[in-house]
């Protein structure tokens, strides 16, 4: 079992910065590939990011493309996403999320995922 709990959301506003620390307990997360996700209100979860085990691949969505990054740290068992010029539109609850053991690349659809935090809101205000 993997335990995720993601920490660093609040209020910001716009233009302004947020680095989210997702922290993991129980295996080591170097195994796994991992990502992000957020859900706004009346909106579906929808992937923001993803990075392979090894952190040499990434993926962004559309919408962040040029403003979020992901890292991680394996030897720290976390996972980070630094949020910048954050819109009023990247208001949602954040997830981490981490994949299969042994898995390559990238994952981004939600069912890839095994295992997922508890969120973290972010709120931007314009």
């Known amino acids: 079992q993997v335990q995720l709990v993601e920490s660093g959301g609040g209020l910001v506003q716009a233009g302004g910065s947020l680095r989210l620390p997702c922290a993991a307990s129980g295996r080591t997360l170097s195994c796994c590939p991992m990502g992000w996700f957020r859900q706004a209100p009346g909106k579906e979860r929808e992937v923001v990011a993803a990075?392979?085990?090894?952190?040499?691949?990434?993926y962004y969505s559309d919408s962040v493309k040029g403003r979020f990054t992901i890292s991680r740290d394996n030897a720290k068992n976390t996972m980070y996403l630094q949020i910048d010029s954050l819109k009023p539109e990247d208001t949602a609850v954040y997830y981490c999320?981490?994949?299969?053991?042994?898995?390559?690349?990238?994952?981004?659809?939600?069912?890839?995922?095994?295992?997922w935090g508890q969120g973290t809101q972010v709120t931007v205000s314009s």
């Open positions: 990075i392979s085990w090894s952190g040499e691949s990434t």
């Open positions: 999320s981490a994949g299969p053991e042994g898995r390559v690349g990238v994952l981004h659809r939600q069912y890839e995922y095994d295992y």
